[in-house]
């Protein structure tokens, strides 16, 4: 009996760590409405590290032509650390509590994607948004 609890804690424990090392992106989408509507969407991206003078890509599906064209699209992120006064900041600077600083551009955007990088030292865990709006 001990032998099958302690199996069962080493498994969910293997689990939840190869889980949250994996390198796809988790996300939540919050739309007010449908597009192409006038509308507003955050489209949120957790635990995401960018390796030294890498870059991502966030697929965004409501990252239209037309949004681009006369919407706004813009790029947010903050520590996937848990810290008092943790506010999401926009690209390019997020400044830690200790006055240490994480850089992130926005290197380009297209249909359905947006593509951030780091011009530096490998990042820490980041959650990030993208915030679309459109009047049209």
Do not use: W
Not at 14 to 26: H, I
Not at 106 to 123: D, M, R
């Amino acid at each position: 009996m001990k032998n099958s609890k302690l199996l069962l804690f080493l498994s969910i424990t293997a689990g939840l760590a190869l889980s949250s090392c994996s390198k796809r992106d988790v996300y939540l989408r919050y739309p007010s409405a449908s597009p192409p509507k006038p509308f507003s969407e955050y489209v949120y991206f957790f635990n995401i590290v960018i390796d030294s003078n890498g870059t991502h890509t966030f697929k965004v599906a409501d990252l239209s032509q037309a949004i681009i064209d006369s919407g706004t699209m813009q790029v947010y992120f903050k520590t996937s650390l848990v810290l008092p006064d943790n506010d999401y900041s926009p690209l390019p600077e997020y400044t830690f509590p200790d006055r240490h600083t994480v850089t992130v551009n926005l290197i380009s955007f297209q249909p359905g994607q947006v593509v951030v990088g780091e011009p530096g030292p490998t990042t820490p865990s980041m959650d990030y948004y993208v915030y679309l709006s459109s009047s049209r």
